[in-house]
């Protein structure tokens, strides 16, 4: 069995539209309302972004809860049915909370359970997720959008009622050591032409390069959306030149 290194860096932002940050990012058990936050975790790691919807106030609480909701979580999700309950139980608390006069109040959320070799992405919304490996980059989320009057508007998420909400999973395995996974929601991608982006996460600089120049190509491109994204680098024990790693945050 490998014994993989997960290094990170997560970057969450407000954009010139908005007042507040309705983004949310958990990641390493932490939850990130604004700035950058790096480190590595062995073995295990739990990484969620969340983009609020539905108002400024709505949205960020939306956000809020969802992080909130997979806090104390990475040891406790074991397979694609637990990651799941508790999607619905995150759903249902947003729900309760619009019942209680927080009407305008949802979330896109996307994540990666990571347990040494192994994935499980979860989505729903249009939060999206790249895996970057030998080479390519593809993206293995899905968009949960549909088109009405020339805009873009979400056919999934959290706190939605009736077939609304229906999160969906992928599971997968690392085939190539330090391959990557991309987390970011549509204030990044958006703004970025898909041969640009892809070249980023191709190039060889180092995850935290690598998102700051998405954060400059999503500025350059004109994005005034809230602005967050997760990089992970996957890595093995014989890669790594060490036999123990210790968790580190900086």
């Known amino acids: 069995m490998l014994h993989c290194y997960y290094n990170y860096t997560a970057y969450t932002g407000k954009g010139s539209r908005h007042n507040q940050n309705e983004d949310r990012i958990l990641i390493a058990d932490r939850i990130m309302e604004h700035g950058t936050h790096s480190g590595t ?12 919807v539905g108002g400024e106030a709505g949205g960020a609480q939306a956000a809020q809860l ?11 999700l074991k397979s694609p049915v637990s990651v799941m309950r508790k999607l619905n139980r995150i759903h249902a608390n947003i729900m309760q909370k619009q019942q209680a006069g927080c009407s305008r109040m949802a979330a896109a959320a996307a994540g990666l359970l990571c347990f040494q070799e192994r994935f499980i992405a979860f989505y729903i919304g249009d939060t999206r997720i790249y895996r970057i490996e030998s080479g390519s980059v ?3 989320s899905t968009d949960h959008t549909v088109t009405e009057g020339g805009r873009l508007k979400l056919a999934r998420y959290l706190g939605g009622g009736g077939f609304a909400c229906q999160p969906a999973l992928r599971c997968g395995s690392f ?47 004109g994005s005034d959306d809230d602005k967050s994204l997760v990089l ?7 890669s790594s030149g060490s036999g123990n790693a210790a968790s580190r945050t900086s």
């Open 41 to 52: 975790e062995t073995g295990r790691l739990l990484a969620v972004v969340c983009d609020g």
């Open 66 to 76: 969802a992080a909130e909701g997979f806090r104390g979580s990475a040891e406790t």
């Open 175 to 221: 085939h190539a050591d330090a391959a990557e996974m991309l987390i970011c929601t549509d204030g990044i991608y958006r703004a970025i032409p898909e041969t640009a982006l892809h070249a980023i996460l191709l190039s060889d600089h180092t995850p935290a390069e690598k998102q700051q120049l998405l954060l400059n190509a999503a500025a350059h491109g």
């Open 232 to 238: 992970i680098r996957c890595e093995n024990q014989s």
């Open 138 to 140: 593809r993206q293995i």
